[in-house]
């Protein structure tokens, strides 16, 4: 299968951390970006959020637009008030041609807190959970009518986080809500990876390959550490640098047919990591990985 490999501008430029290279402009990730061999880039905070200021810059560089994150609150509105709310941005993201949307749920998140541990993330009651399914499955029908796919972010610090929530989220919805797999957001909360590419390669639409540093996490967990403290303290790096073994995942994910883009999405201090450097890294050991496991990389 072809698949195309693209980065994160995390890398770089921290949003939820504006201290961790918040002063780097977007021309150098771009730049880098295409210098370390990427095909394409997600947004970041410093993107424009027109199609009309956007493609020009990325055309530039020879990138293609892969997607951007968006921050729901569903657990405290309907999924009418979210359609509303996300209008600009699913704009946006069709605009650009992408084919799906990073699509996390914000409500009570803790993960851009540095004060709070991830423990102290909202959590979906049951009562809440039959509600909050419906929602976003009219949520992701109305992007599917757009030609974009939502593709459901779980990630530490928020309401959807552990692998029973994934799995509680999948089997209540269908189609219409397609599964982002993050292999370091997997392996933080406890998760295998490759047991969820294994049970939901077909809900699978969108891929970030981050790795983890197993020592940071370990110490990570024992002191109940914020997430971007754990993120300053290196708890991921790119992959094929930790201790997630890429191969079975991304064997199975060939196997089973998955053609979209795999993403490095490794953010670290880049005042300890060199940005460039990690993002060379991160692009020869994820497309030897991918080659390896059966992909063809475009």
């Known amino acids: 299968m072809n698949i195309r490999i693209g980065i994160n501008p995390i890398t770089w430029s921290n949003d939820d951390m504006p201290a961790l290279g918040g002063d780097t402009p977007l021309e150098v990730c771009l730049a ?39 921050s729901a609150k569903l657990l405290d509105r309907d999924a009418s008030a979210e359609i509303a ?3 600009d941005h699913l704009d946006l993201m069709a605009g650009m041609g992408c084919k799906v949307m990073v699509f996390a749920e914000g409500s009570g998140a803790t993960h851009g807190d540095r004060t709070k541990p991830a423990d102290q993330r909202r959590e979906i009651s049951e009562a809440e959970w039959p509600i909050y399914t419906q929602r976003i499955a009219a949520v992701g029908k109305h992007m599917a009518a ?9 990630h530490m610090g928020t309401a959807v986080q552990t692998e029973a929530e994934i799995e509680r989220l999948m089997a209540a919805t269908g189609d219409e809500v397609g599964l982002l797999l993050d292999t370091g957001h997997a392996t933080y909360a406890g998760c ?37 403290d754990a993120v300053v303290d290196g708890v991921f790096t790119v992959p094929g640098d930790g201790a997630i073994d890429y191969g079975p995942i991304l064997g199975h994910l060939a196997g089973q047919g998955y053609s979209g883009w795999l993403v490095v999405e490794a953010e670290q201090d880049p005042a300890k ?13 994820l497309s030897k990985l991918a080659r390896d496991a059966g992909f063809t990389v475009a």
Request: hydrophobic share 45%; glycine share 8%.
């Open 192 to 228: 295998d990876p490759l047991a969820l590419a294994i049970r939901h390669a077909k809900r699978i639409v969108h891929v970030h390959c981050k790795d983890v540093r197993r020592a940071v996490l370990e110490q990570t967990l024992k002191a109940n550490k914020s997430f971007l």
């Open 273 to 285: 990591a060199h940005p460039l450097t990690y993002a060379t890294m991160g692009f020869r050991n």
């Open 32 to 70: 880098e970006t295409k210098q370390a061999g990427y095909a394409g880039t997600e947004m970041g905070g410093k993107f424009p959020n027109t199609t009309a200021a956007l493609r020009p810059i990325l055309a530039r560089h020879g990138l293609a637009f892969i997607s951007g994150w968006y």
């Open 85 to 87: 709310a996300i209008s």
């Open 146 to 154: 757009r030609g974009v796919r939502l593709a459901f972010h779980h």
